[in-house]
């Protein structure tokens, strides 16, 4: 299951505290294949949470595709963006 929460629109000032960040919720399902990825954002900044059972992915492989989620979020992130100019 993947889940993105998208961008969490709350506000970062309250009254006397600050809040700096929020983490995405990590949730298992009760039956089946319970590997869950959920994403957020707040305040610029993505979460992204894995979950996984170790009866359908063994901690070897979850950690392989945790790097690999990593890694090509990097690429995409270090790539530089192109800006389209609208001519009439």
Not at 38 to 59: L, W
């Given at each position: 299951?993947?889940?993105?929460?998208?961008?969490?629109?709350?506000?970062?000032?309250?009254?006397?505290?600050?809040?700096?960040?929020?983490?995405?919720?990590?949730?298992?399902?009760?039956?089946?294949?319970?590997?869950?990825?959920?994403?957020?954002?707040?305040?610029?900044?993505m979460?992204?949470?894995?979950?996984?059972?170790?009866?359908y992915?063994?901690?070897?492989?979850?950690?392989?595709?945790?790097?690999?989620?990593?890694?090509?979020?990097?690429?995409?992130?270090?790539?530089?963006?192109?800006?389209?100019?609208?001519?009439?």
């Amino acid at each position: 299951m993947f889940s993105n929460l998208g961008k969490i629109d709350i506000p970062h000032q309250y009254q006397h505290f600050e809040v700096e960040s929020i983490f995405s919720p990590s949730v298992m399902g009760p039956l089946g294949n319970t590997t869950t990825m959920i994403v957020s954002t707040y305040r610029n900044q993505m979460d992204f949470t894995f979950v996984a059972s170790e009866g359908y992915v063994p901690f070897v492989e979850a950690e392989a595709i945790k790097e690999k989620m990593i890694s090509i979020l990097k690429s995409q992130v270090e790539q530089p963006v192109e800006i389209l100019n609208a001519t009439a």
